[in-house]
Nanobody, 126 residues
C-alpha cells in the first residue's frame, strides 16, 4: 500500500490542524492505521492508532483529549484532527499502515507497522 500524508503547516499555539493520509493499493479496510511523529532531534514516537473498522482507538497520553484519529474506508483515508496545539507538538507527522488487526499491546511500536508515508510537517509557534 502507498500512503500520502498531507495537511501540515504553520499554526499558532492553541490552533488546529487536520492531517490526512490517503492510501492506495490493497483494500484500505484491511489495515490498522497509525500516526507517528518525529520532533527536532527526537526519535519517532507514537501518536494515535485506529482499528480497521474505526471502532477502537489509542492515543499517546499527551495528546489524549486534544487529538482525534478517524478513518473513512470509502475514501481510503485516515485523519488526525489536532486541536489546542502546543509548541511541543511541532514535528514531522507520519501515517503508517499495519496489515494485521489492532494490537492492544503493540499498537505504539514502530515495528508493528509495515508501510509508511512520507511525512507532513507541523510547526506550532508560541
Amino acid at each position: 500500500v502507498q500512503l500520502q500524508a498531507s495537511g501540515g503547516g504553520l499554526v499558532q499555539a492553541g490552533g488546529s490542524l487536520r492531517l490526512s493520509c490517503a492510501a492506495s493499493g490493497r483494500p484500505f479496510s484491511q489495515y490498522t492505521m497509525g500516526w507517528f511523529r518525529q520532533g527536532p532531534g527526537k526519535e519517532r514516537e507514537f501518536v494515535a492508532a485506529i482499528s480497521r473498522t474505526g471502532g477502537s482507538t489509542y492515543y499517546k497520553d499527551s495528546v489524549q483529549g486534544r487529538f482525534t484519529i478517524s478513518r473513512d474506508n470509502a475514501k481510503n483515508t485516515v485523519y488526525l484532527q489536532m486541536n489546542t496545539l502546543k509548541p511541543e507538538d511541532t514535528a514531522v507527522y507520519y501515517c503508517a499502515a499495519d496489515g494485521g488487526p489492532l494490537s492492544g499491546t503493540y499498537y505504539d511500536r514502530l515495528s508493528e507497522y509495515d508501510y509508511w508515508g512520507q511525512g507532513t510537517e507541523v510547526t506550532v509557534s508560541s
